[in-house]
């Protein structure tokens, strides 16, 4: 646990959220500001401050991470229709907590280019 991490706290318990998945890798609640009907964050239970910090030692845990992704979209229904995965690196990036997420957001159309 990285100290000061807003998501550590929340894999660990510390903070309550509502969690649809939760597994030795990987855990997903849905996020308390969503920007689309459908947004849940997913991300790893080990620390990892962004993508550009991934080493191919994560790959298990990516994997991992895009497999459930994939089965919430088709448990909360979005998974037909289509969604988005997105994972903000740096300030500039839109990253707002240094902690790897990846949002899944879906339930309505998305334009090309985002923000």
Request: hydrophobic content about 45%; proline content about 6%.
């Amino acid at each position: 646990m990285q100290e000061g991490c807003l998501f550590c706290r929340i894999v660990a318990g510390e903070i309550p959220s509502d969690r649809l998945h939760d597994d030795d890798l990987v855990i997903a609640i849905r996020d308390i500001a969503p920007r689309a009907p459908t947004h849940i964050l997913l991300m790893p239970r080990k620390h990892i401050a962004s993508a550009a910090d991934l080493t191919e030692a994560d790959g298990p845990m990516l994997g991992r991470l895009f497999a459930v992704a994939a089965d919430l979209a088709r448990a909360v229904g979005i998974a037909e229709s289509g969604y988005r995965l997105v994972s903000n690196v740096g300030r500039w990036g839109g990253q707002t907590v240094d902690h790897l997420h990846v949002h899944l957001m879906g339930g309505r159309a998305f334009e090309w280019p985002p923000g």
